[in-house]
């Protein structure tokens, strides 16, 4: 089992540029997460999708568009790229949207917009 | 608004020795704790829990004590060993509401482990 996985790396924008950042769990997981991480600030949660076909915004949505495609997949957009969406983005899953089902993580994809 | 606070971003400890790491938080709704332990370039992974019906959950070498009173809880690694040198965070959430299912991250504490 390959867990969470995350597509690109390493990516680096211009202002104004959009992409979309793909995330693919095999865990037959339910629930799926967008988080954001700055220094100083934590794990953040964008978006998150609590079971295939329904998503919802975290606490920092703005800037950023979600697709559960299905079970397995959810992709993160950015739009039109801005300095302050610099930052590491972590996709995560779990069985479940329950506070006390352990989410498992992907291994991140660092952003920079110049 | 940060509701969960690591306030010491760095900790050195010597190897064999006990690690103890503090996370408060504001929101005296929360119910639910967890701490995560992350590596350079890999993502968090899932350490320890424990639920405000619980005042202590131990695990192996690692042990969470919750204090609600003081809306305070504490991560113990004892005894740390050089592969506990990462970043561990607090994380709090409430079973219910609107919150359910929702993680608040703390910032993180680096902890290095010297021989």
């Known amino acids: 089992n390959a867990g969470v996985t995350q597509t690109p790396k390493f990516q680096v924008l211009k202002t104004g540029q959009s992409m979309t950042l793909q995330c693919a769990q095999d865990?037959?997981?339910?629930?799926m997460y967008w988080y954001r991480q700055d220094p100083g600030m934590g794990l953040r949660l964008i978006y998150y999708?609590?079971?295939?076909?329904?998503?919802d915004k975290g606490e920092v949505p703005n800037g950023y568009n979600v697709s559960r495609l299905n079970k397995r997949e959810f992709s993160l957009r950015l739009e039109s790229a801005a300095p302050s969406q610099t930052s590491v983005y972590f996709c995560?899953?779990?069985?479940?949207?329950?506070?006390?089902?352990?989410?498992?993580f992907g291994p991140g994809t660092r952003l920079t917009v110049l | 608004d940060q509701q969960v606070k690591q306030n010491s971003p760095s900790l050195s400890v010597q190897e064999g020795r006990i690690s103890i790491l503090n996370c408060d938080y504001t929101?005296?709704?929360?119910?639910?704790f967890l701490w995560y332990k992350k590596y350079p370039a890999e993502g968090p992974t899932f350490l320890i829990s424990?639920?405000?019906?619980?005042d202590k959950n131990e695990d192996g070498r690692f042990t969470v004590f919750l204090n609600k009173s003081a809306n305070h809880l504490s991560l113990h690694i004892v005894p740390s060993q050089p592969g506990d040198s990462a970043v561990y965070f607090c994380?709090?959430?409430?079973?219910?509401?609107?919150?359910?299912?929702?993680?608040?991250f703390g910032a993180g504490t680096q902890v290095v482990v010297t021989p």
């Open positions: 995560a899953s779990s069985e479940a949207y329950i506070s006390y089902n352990e989410q498992f």
């Open positions: 865990m037959n997981h339910n629930s």
């Open positions: 999708s609590a079971s295939e076909g329904t998503t």
């Open positions: 929101n005296s709704m929360f119910d639910y």
């Open positions: 424990i639920s405000s019906i619980k």
């Open positions: 994380a709090a959430s409430r079973l219910g509401g609107d919150s359910w299912g929702k993680l608040q």
